[in-house]
């Protein structure tokens, strides 16, 4: 069975985590890494046995005989590298945030057409089973029509992490709210489709050295095109652990992170909806462990593989990945100008 070859630039916590993945995967092979920094390369050489071919320059590895680009660099690098892999005919799996603009999420969102190659934006909890499972009773119509959906973000991330050398630089990383609560604007569009409308309140509340250039704190909500509303709330580095929640309310049915009640569910309706309904595993609850059930990333890798394997239709493409940042992008701009801004006026 042929393999597709791939190769991965970046090789930092979210480039090794790839990589373990892509190596553990049967109808993969980990053909390059590209990395800047030699002692990362070497690192992973030695937890992996990782003997592919090494680049320092990611031009360099996409003119290799790699089928596909896995792209886990520091977010202001994702728009050059996704667009010279598409212009080299390379398919393209990209870490989040897509870029760190609206003008290079579409420089991307149209190479990427121009070239016909196909792009799966790195949003792995899509995948986690809790979300699967709220998608298949929203898709069944149990859940009846959803009409408010939340998701937070909150992230202690702990100051010595290696990350922070870019993670708070506007130039380098964007928007810590794109950064960080992405991941939850693009999880409440999974289950109620595209924004219009964004009103937000931002500010950095907490002590860092360097202070972060953008926000660390916001609260945004949102107006889908199907009318429902919703809100994220995004805090990185609040004094507790990694939470990431998330409520969707149906006319018919809730789903409040682990727990489903639906109006039809014999001994909660026969409680007078005071008790019952059904939990699900805790063990589903993202809590950001690298490999975890509840943070599916090997997961969202082998559905970029079967993408190029089998056909597979991809789950979260350069188009669904434009909307998520154009929602984040305006979230941002709602708050610097106080006021809603509505996705038209980012999708220009
Ligand atoms: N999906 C998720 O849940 C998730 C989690 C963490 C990070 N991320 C994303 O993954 C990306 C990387 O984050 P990280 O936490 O691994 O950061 P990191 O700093 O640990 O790793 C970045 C790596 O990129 C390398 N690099 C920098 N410039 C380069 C260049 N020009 N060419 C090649 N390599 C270069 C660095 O040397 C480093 O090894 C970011 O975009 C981040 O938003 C996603």
Redesign the pocket.
């Known amino acids: 069975m042929n393999k597709v070859k791939i190769g991965l630039?970046?090789?930092?916590?979210?480039?090794a985590e790839h990589g373990r993945n892509i190596l553990a995967h049967p109808r993969a092979e980990l053909a390059a890494v590209?990395?800047?920094?030699p002692a990362?390369v070497r690192k992973f050489q030695a937890a992996t046995g990782f003997k592919g071919k090494v680049f320092k320059d990611?031009k360099a590895l996409l003119k290799s005989r790699v089928d596909a680009v896995v792209i886990?660099?520091?977010?202001a690098?994702?728009a050059d590298m996704a667009v010279a892999a598409a212009q080299a005919r390379k398919h393209i799996y990209c870490?989040?945030?897509m870029a760190i603009n609206p003008a290079d999420c579409r420089r991307i969102r149209d190479a990427v057409d121009r070239a016909g190659v196909k792009y799966l934006i790195?949003y792995?909890r899509r995948l986690n089973p809790l979300y699967q499972y709220a998608r298949r009773l929203l898709d069944e119509g149990k859940l009846g029509k959803a009409f408010m959906v939340e998701s937070d973000y909150l992230h202690h991330v702990p100051g010595n992490l290696?990350?922070w050398?870019?993670l708070g630089k506007e130039k380098v990383a964007g928007s810590l709210f794109h950064?960080g609560s992405g991941?939850n604007v693009d999880l409440i569009r999974y289950f109620c489709g595209d924004v219009t409308e964004v009103a937000c309140m931002k500010g950095a509340f907490l002590p860092r050295e360097p202070q972060v250039e953008t926000e660390d704190t916001a609260v945004a909500v949102f107006r889908f095109a199907s009318g429902a509303i919703g809100k994220v709330q995004c805090c990185v580095g609040p004094i507790l652990p990694f939470h990431f929640n998330f409520k969707l309310y149906g006319t018919k049915g809730s789903v409040l992170d682990n727990h489903v009640w639906l109006d039809d569910m014999p001994r909660f309706a026969e409680a007078g909806r005071t008790s019952g309904g059904l939990t699900l595993p805790e063990t589903w609850i993202p809590d950001n462990v690298q490999g975890g059930v509840g943070e599916p990333?090997d997961k969202l890798m082998a559905h970029f593989i079967a993408m190029l394997t089998d056909n597979t239709p991809c789950l979260n493409d350069v188009a669904s990945a434009y909307q998520t940042s154009l929602a984040c992008f305006a979230a941002v701009e709602a708050a610097r100008r106080k006021k809603v801004i509505t996705i038209k006026e980012m999708d220009q």
């Open positions: 630039v970046g090789l930092g916590w979210m480039g590209c990395d800047a920094d990362n990611y886990a660099s520091p977010n690098l994702h870490e989040k945030p790195g792995h290696g990350i050398s870019w950064g991941h990333w």
